[in-house]
Structure formats: C-alpha cells, structure tokens
C-alpha cells in the first residue's frame, strides 16, 4: 500500500480538497479575483480616457480630403498623408514657434526649481517665528485662483519700475508686455505658475531627510551653504527632477499667462488659441491656392486644428518617453506620497 508523502511545505490533496470545500476558501477566491476585475476596468477605462483623444488626432491628422468625407474611414485612412502637417507647419511658423517655446519653458523651469528649492528648505529646516504663517501664506497661492490677479500684475509689468531707478534714468516705467520679461522675473521671484505647490514638495522632501546627515556636515566644519550644496542637493536630486518636468509642461501649456502678457503668438500655448485664424489667413493669403477654397469648409479647419495640437503636444510626447522611467521613480522618492 503506498503512502501519499507530501513534500515539504506542499499541501497534501487531501488538506487541498478540504480547502476547497470550505466556504472561506471559495469566499477568498471570489474576493481576489473580484478586485483583479475591478482594478483592470478601472486602469482599463482611465487609460482609455487618457489615451483616446491622442488617437482620435492622429487618425485625422493623417487623413486626406477624400477620407475626411468618406463615411467608410472610421479610425484608418486609405490614403495616408502628411500634407495636413505640412500645411500647418507652415502657417504657424512652427519652427520658429517651437524654439521660443523651448527656450522660454527651459528657462522659466531652471529659475523656479533654483528658487522654490531654497525656499522648501528654509521652510523645512529654519524655524523663525511666523514661519508656519508665512508656509500657509505659501499653500494659499495654491487655492487662489490666476484670475483675481490678473490686472495687478499686468499694470506692474505694463508700468515696471524698480525703486524708481527705471523711471529716474529713462523718464518713465518700462513696459515689459509683449516680451518675455514677465516669466523670467516672476519665475526668479518665486511668482511663477503653480510656485507654491513646488515649495510644497521640496518641503516635504527635505522634512524626510534625516538631521544627523547635516550635523555631520557641520562636524567635519562643512558651513550651512556648503553642507546644503554638497550634502543637501545631491540627495534632492528625484525631488528636483520632479520639479522640473512639472514646470516645464505647465509653463509649455500655460495659455492664460502668455496670452495676457503676449500680444503676438510668440509661444506654443498663445499659437494654439489662435492656430484657426492663422491657418485661415495663411490659405485666404495664396499660401496654398489649393486648398484655398476650403477655408469656409468646417470640417477642413477641424481637421487642421487637430493637426496643430497634435504637433503642439508631440514634443511633450517625445519628452516623456525618453523620461518616463526617471519621472515614475522621482514621485516615487518626491514628497508627492510622504
């Protein structure tokens, strides 16, 4: 008669058998595979959301005028073709559009990470009276809307002057609107779009760094700006790569800043809310006596509106895919979940 030898750690069949008749076995079972279910809709159904706008675009952007009014053309063109790419590139001067982007996103997120740096540290280590009244002030700026401040700052940069020395040399104030004067001093200020958010999380980054670290510093006669550049950044490093994606995508999108201080599209965000009047100019003007005709055609100037934000948001495409990895483990490490 041979004997059923388990082996070890291994349930026998019998024990397996008497699990499975067991309610609290089939209970478990159900309730893992239930939230499997449940967790796989739900990613399932937000990347959908996510991701469908982006795929709507591109299968326009590809389409010809025979495609766009054909009922058969659903999500794949029969004809694919970039002249929709080359028609906008052109009417929104693209390139030169792009460089400004790029160096005015490039700086305004280099002066506001150096900025709200420094203050989420001396919020976070030095300690003064008013100090949490003065970090409420801070998170405050988060909640208040860029509207109520909108005239304010458009007079104080439409009248610049600097204690009075602009208007001593010149005769009167500076008038910054129009250039990109406006970013650059508010961002190394610390008056920039979503500042105070930043402040918060290099805040929350440095509460988490142990003190000893420091004390050692000053041990070794490390003084408090050397031990904060030598000791301090370098471990801040995930907390400022943060940072500096989320400014330089908020100061890419940013429409409501750059269309109040920019009179002219300069920038990709003030183009974007006007990228149909210049397409429209751009055909009614000869640009392209082709496809002229189409500029009262509504179906065409949508389609020519999803090609220019497409190709407004394909840099921040190719951006996050070359980052993505160093994104994911930076709010990992950030004070965005501590």
């Known amino acids: 008669m041979k004997k059923e030898v388990a082996e070890v750690g291994q349930p026998t069949n019998d024990e397996l058998q008497h699990r499975m008749a067991s309610a609290a076995y089939w209970l478990e079972f ?23 706008p982006i795929l709507l675009k591109l299968s326009i952007a590809f389409k010809s005028m025979d495609d766009l009014y054909d009922s058969t053309v659903i999500w794949v063109p029969h004809t694919l073709t970039l002249d929709n790419f080359k028609l906008v590139f052109q009417a929104m001067n693209y390139p030169q559009v792009l460089l400004n982007t790029l160096l005015l996103s490039s700086a305004v997120m280099l ?15 030095v300690k003064f009276r008013g100090s949490g009244l003065l970090f409420s002030g801070v998170i405050f700026t988060i909640l208040v809307p860029a509207q109520t ?18 208007k001593l040399i010149q005769g009167e104030p500076a008038n910054l609107i129009n250039t990109y004067w406006p970013f650059i001093i508010s961002a190394a200020l610390g008056m920039g779009v979503k500042t105070g958010l930043y402040v ?20 070794d006669g490390a003084g408090y700006f050397s031990t904060f550049r030598r000791v301090i950044l370098p471990n801040a490093v995930p907390s400022m790569v943060t940072v500096m994606l989320f400014s330089f995508v908020w100061q890419w999108n940013d429409s409501f800043f ?35 005709s189409y500029v009262q055609d509504p ?24 980052v993505q990895r160093h994104f994911v483990e930076s709010v990992e490490r950030s004070g965005l979940v501590g």
């Open 111 to 125: 002066l506001q990470t150096a900025t709200c740096v420094l203050a989420g540290y001396g919020f976070a280590r």
């Open 200 to 219: 918060y999380i290099f805040r929350q980054f440095f509460k988490g760094i142990p003190r000893e670290i420091e004390e050692a510093a000053y041990v």
């Open 258 to 292: 750059t269309n109040m201080y920019l009179n002219e599209p300069k920038v990709m965000s003030s183009m974007m809310a006007s990228s149909g009047y210049a397409i429209a100019t751009f055909l009614s003007g000869g640009g392209q006596a082709e496809t002229a």
């Open 30 to 52: 159900v309730k893992k595979w239930l939230w499997v279910t449940v967790r796989f809709v739900l990613i399932f159904g937000i990347s959908f959301v996510i991701v469908y």
């Open 299 to 322: 179906f065409f100037m949508s389609m020519m509106m999803n090609t220019s934000v497409l190709m407004a948001i394909l840099p921040l495409i190719i951006l996050y895919l070359f």
């Open 149 to 166: 401040m909108m005239v304010p700052l458009y007079l104080q940069f439409k009248n610049f002057d600097l204690f009075g020395l602009i």
